[in-house]
């Protein structure tokens, strides 16, 4: 019997509208599922993420999430071309048996992707 079956990261905003906008424009995810002032829901294939408004740069500078993908380095090129791959986050394989890569958000939130090895 499954208990958990999805998880949905929640992450913080320093403007809920440039936001959404970054993760349109820059990330490619182009599905819009909610949004106001103060909250927003977002999503691309299957990965769907929740983004509260917080008004201190500490919370998004400090937060990061992981997603699992199938496709990582046609996935690594396209965010290459948006100027979005972190400073030490380039794709290579790690010791714990994963290809990943990292990017920013326009507030820093760290988002890791990656694909079992």
């Not at 990582?72 to 030490?88: C, G, S």
């Amino acid at each position: 019997m499954k208990h958990l079956v999805r998880a949905v990261p929640v992450l913080a905003s320093l403007n809920i509208t440039k936001t959404v906008a970054f993760y349109k424009d820059r990330l490619g995810f182009d599905k819009q599922g909610y949004t106001d002032e103060n909250y927003a829901i977002v999503g691309r294939d299957a990965i769907e993420l929740h983004f509260w408004k917080c008004d201190d740069k500490i919370h998004p500078e400090n937060t990061s999430c992981y997603i699992h993908v199938e496709h990582i380095d046609a996935l690594y090129k396209e965010l290459q071309k948006t100027d979005v791959i972190h400073p030490n986050g380039s794709l290579e394989d790690k010791p714990w048996g994963m290809r990943e890569f990292a990017v920013l958000d326009a507030d820093g939130n760290m988002i890791k992707f990656g694909k079992e090895l």
